[in-house]
C-alpha cells in the first residue's frame, strides 16, 4: 500500500510541477482541447463586459430616475405659482400693478339674442 500512495504522491506533485512550469501546454490532450479552452475564456470575458455593462444601465438608470424626481417637483412647484397667479385677485392687482386702465366688471355677463330676421342678407 505504501508503495501505491507514494507513486500516487509523485504523480499528484509532478502535475503540479508541470503546470507551474507550462509543461502541461505541450501535451497532446491539452493541445486537442485547445479550442474549447479558447472558447470558454471567450465566454468568461464577455460574461465579465456583460457585468460592466449592467452596472453602467443601473447607474444610468438610478441618474435618470433622480432626473425625473427633479422635473416631477420642479413641475409641481410651477404648476403651483401659476395657479396662484392666475387667480381672478392676483390678476386684477397685477394690473393695477402696470397701470394698464383695465378695470374689473362687477356686473354678470348677458346673452345677446338676434333673430334671424335681424340679421342683413348680402
Request: charged share 30%; hydrophobic share 35%.
Amino acid at each position: 500500500m505504501s508503495g501505491a500512495a507514494n507513486k500516487k504522491d509523485k504523480s499528484v506533485g509532478r502535475s503540479f510541477v508541470d503546470i507551474i512550469n507550462g509543461n502541461f501546454l505541450t501535451k497532446d490532450d491539452v493541445l486537442r482541447h485547445l479550442p474549447y479552452l479558447m472558447f470558454l475564456c471567450l465566454l468568461a470575458l464577455v460574461y465579465i463586459a456583460n457585468g460592466y455593462m449592467a452596472e453602467d444601465t443601473v447607474r444610468k438608470l438610478n441618474n435618470v430616475g433622480k432626473e425625473v424626481k427633479e422635473f416631477r417637483s420642479e413641475y409641481i412647484t410651477t404648476k403651483s405659482e401659476l395657479m396662484y397667479k392666475s387667480k381672478q385677485s392676483e390678476l386684477a392687482d397685477f394690473i393695477d400693478q402696470k397701470g394698464m386702465g383695465l378695470k374689473e366688471s362687477f356686473e354678470p355677463p348677458r346673452k345677446i339674442k338676434v333673430s334671424s330676421q335681424n340679421l342683413i342678407e348680402d
